[in-house]
């Protein structure tokens, strides 16, 4: 079980992150609470606890927020699982009401991020717009080094839709973040 703090702030925002494997509280607190709640949410359903940070230095909109939050987490992942053998893939298909969201992960130090919620980009749930939970994922793609792949297969209620796709991404983090006997790699190394 690893323990792991992370750090970053720039002219926009501070944000901390601090992350525990095998713990149970997850705590989000920043700007915009639909983000708090997919958070919450997205480190719930992967099955690691910790605390998430964020403040704005001056006044900003949701993007740089969300942004900074997710490198700043998909950095402090990375770390909790350094050094040791990892399962590498991970997906997960998650119904919530009428939305249906897949996500697939391969922590191969290949970024890239293939998001497609389905919603118009302006959409706006508790201050944070669709186009900037997409950005979102892209974003921890980028840190974690990760390739991954989130498409909602049905949309409807843009929080429901989100948050399916957030849940799904949690779960195949999970899977994919856990640990393994052996290297997921036919080349023996990833």
Not at 98 to 112: F, I, T
Not at 156 to 183: D, W
Request: glycine residues 10%.
């Amino acid at each position: 079980m690893g323990r792991v703090a992370v750090s970053r702030e720039t002219l926009e925002t501070r944000i901390r992150v601090f992350l525990e494997e095998g713990a149970i509280g997850v705590k989000a607190e920043t700007p915009i609470p639909m983000l708090n709640h997919l958070l919450k949410t997205l480190l719930f359903y992967a099955g690691i606890g910790g605390e998430v940070y964020a403040e704005e230095v001056y006044r900003v909109d949701d993007h740089h927020v969300a942004e900074d939050v997710a490198l700043v987490l998909g950095e402090a992942l990375r770390r909790l699982t350094a050094g040791r053998t990892i399962a590498r893939y991970g997906w997960s298909i998650v119904p919530m009401d009428e939305s249906l969201c897949l996500a697939a992960v391969d922590v191969s130090n290949r970024p890239g991020a293939w998001v497609e919620l389905g919603l118009q980009p302006w959409d706006v749930v508790g201050g944070l717009r669709a186009e900037n939970a997409e950005h979102f994922i892209a974003s921890l793609a980028s840190t974690l080094r990760a390739t991954i792949h989130v498409k909602a297969l049905r949309t409807g209620n843009t929080h429901h839709t989100i948050e399916a796709c957030f849940k799904a991404l949690g779960m195949a983090l999970g899977q994919a973040l856990r640990g393994s006997s052996r290297v997921m790699s036919i080349k023996g190394v990833v």
